[in-house]
């Protein structure tokens, strides 16, 4: 059975604004300890400033979600500090607003690194604490994943990209009888 989220350690990938930072708050008022990641320091800094308000205890993690150690370092801070995680919520994105005749290769690859391989990545930096505890992972995907539309090529491929890495490791975790959730 899974833990209240008042019981839990929730990480917010992608908590320096937006849904990420507002799913940040959500946990802290529902008593989670949370830590908030991304590569705003300050934003994150504020983020854990709201988190305390909420009568929760938060740490701010400065994380690049291209780089898969420091993915791997996020989640050893959390658990240095917590010891656990029982939810990885992965809310990151950025896009290019072009028609792909003018999209540029390293934009391209840019939206593709965050949100598609962040995600991936992050995935598999917390699986084995996931595995430990049980836990969930929150994939925040988009609508976009499942059709295009004009000047969001980028965006909507890495969406797609994401959902369907995200289905077959779902399966995978159903197959194997982890535990994990992947959502």
């Known amino acids: 059975m899974k833990k209240r989220l008042a019981e839990q350690v929730v990480v917010v990938l992608g908590a320096s604004s937006g849904i990420g930072r507002a799913t940040a708050r959500a946990a802290a008022r529902r008593g989670a ?17 709201e988190i ?10 400065a994380t690049d979600t291209t780089s898969p150690a420091g993915l791997e370092s996020l989640c050893a ?5 917590f010891g656990r995680i029982d939810t990885f ?16 290769a390293d ?29 969930t992972f929150i994939d925040v995907n988009s609508g976009l994943a499942y059709r295009g539309i004009p000047l969001q090529a ?15 490791a779902r399966t995978e975790q159903e197959k194997n009888d982890t535990g994990v959730d992947i959502t």
């Open 52 to 61: 305390e308000a909420e009568g929760a205890a938060g740490i701010a993690v």
């Open 154 to 168: 980028a965006y909507c491929a890495s969406k797609a990209a994401g959902r369907a890495f995200f289905e077959s």
């Open 107 to 135: 934009e391209l690859r840019r939206v593709m690194d965050v949100n598609f391989l962040g995600r991936a990545h992050a995935y598999k930096a917390a699986l084995p604490h996931l595995k430990a505890t049980r836990g």
């Open 33 to 49: 300890n949370v830590v908030v990641a991304a590569r705003n320091a300050p934003a994150l800094d504020a983020a854990v400033l």
């Open 77 to 81: 801070r959390a658990v240095e500090r």
């Open 89 to 104: 919520v992965a809310s990151v994105m950025v896009t290019v607003y072009a028609e792909v005749e003018q999209l540029d």
